[in-house]
């Protein structure tokens, strides 16, 4: 039996930015009501034709795998976080294979939305505990800002995404005491429409429907968010799988150096850091400058925190996300 340890982390974000006030030009919103209720000041937005979801998670592997200092040649498996793939078929995983030129590795797509990135770290994390993989990269990919409703209309959702990736590599690590120590994952799907986007899918409404009835005020194919409904269900359940994941190690709140929650609005990241009773220093959040990035804000905050020196070697990091589904999961690494 092994641990798998992050070896090196990279991301990669838009240079478009979009401010609040950028939005009220086109939405009837405005700085002050969006940060009210998010947190959130600005976030990146591709340009089309520049970057798609696996070009950026592209962008981000290359860093990752530069600085693990494995070789590309020595990738086993890659495993892709998104809800937002290039195409309906085939997903991104293999076109990061395609792109990256890695061997003719598998590769893995994960549809679990916000908490997809530890989904897909608890993927990799069993693959190399059991020794039949020893380098697998992984990678949080989401371009959101082209299939949002940016009009009035559709105003309580789209302020809040970005676009962005963010990657890992993960390795390895024969010592017990190092790496991820546990993933804890769970779903309740009976609240699977609460936030959603129905079409186009085969069970309900596909292309050729939408494109027969040609209804202008057809919302199926946008996301919906029943918003405060989502806030309720997020705030316990983070508290819940994060005392989980401590539990199930022995630890205590105390001995958190870094929690990073996914970064869905500042609020819910706060009411975490007041419950568990956390310093400003001891919880990282960057929903301010990119929005929610849903499977790439776990990576890229990671990133960012970690390149500020926030993660030292021997320190116990705590990653958190709720989402789309219901699911939502946790993981404790010792740096």
């Known amino acids: 039996m092994y641990h798998s340890k992050i070896e090196g982390l990279g991301y990669y974000v838009p240079e478009n930015v979009v401010t609040n006030d950028d939005l009220s030009k086109i939405i009837d919103t405005n700085d002050e009501w969006i940060q009210e209720r998010t947190g959130i000041q600005e976030r990146r937005h591709i340009i089309k034709g520049e970057d798609t979801t696996t070009s950026m998670g592209v962008k981000a592997a290359k860093i990752a795998i530069e600085r693990s200092g494995v070789a590309k040649e020595d990738i086993d498996f890659v495993v892709f976080a998104t ?76 302020v809040i995404f970005g676009d962005g990736a963010g990657a890992a590599v993960l390795s390895r690590e024969e010592d017990l005491t190092k790496g991820i120590l ?116 776990i990576p890229i905050a990671l990133t960012e925190a970690w390149e500020q020196g926030k993660i030292k070697s021997g320190d116990t990091v705590v990653l958190a996300a709720f989402g789309s589904g219901f699911t939502w999961g946790s993981a404790i690494i010792k740096w």
């Open 182 to 297: 546990s993933t804890h994952l769970h779903s309740e799907g009976q609240h699977a429409e609460e936030l959603i986007v129905k079409a186009p899918g085969m069970g309900g409404r596909w292309v050729t429907d939408i494109l027969a009835d040609n209804d202008p005020d057809d919302e199926s194919y946008f996301p919906y968010m029943n918003g405060q409904f989502v806030f309720k269900n997020a705030v316990v359940r983070f508290s819940e799988v994060i005392n989980e994941g401590l539990q199930a190690n022995n630890l205590q709140v105390s001995d958190i150096d870094m929690l990073i929650p996914h970064q869905a609005n500042l609020r819910i990241s706060q009411f975490i850091q007041k419950k568990f009773n956390l310093t400003d220093d001891q919880v990282y959040n960057n929903i301010q400058k990119y929005g929610n990035t849903t499977a790439a804000s």
């Open 83 to 158: 809800l937002s793939p290039d195409f309906y078929f085939p997903g991104p995983g293999v076109l990061v294979q395609r792109d990256l030129g890695l061997r003719t590795v598998g590769a893995l797509d994960v549809r679990n939305q916000c908490s997809g990135f530890i989904y897909a770290l608890s993927v990799a994390d069993q693959y190399i505990k059991t020794g039949m993989y020893k380098n697998i990269l992984v990678i949080g990919s989401e371009v959101h800002s082209t299939g949002l409703d940016m009009t009035t209309r559709g105003r309580g959702v789209s």
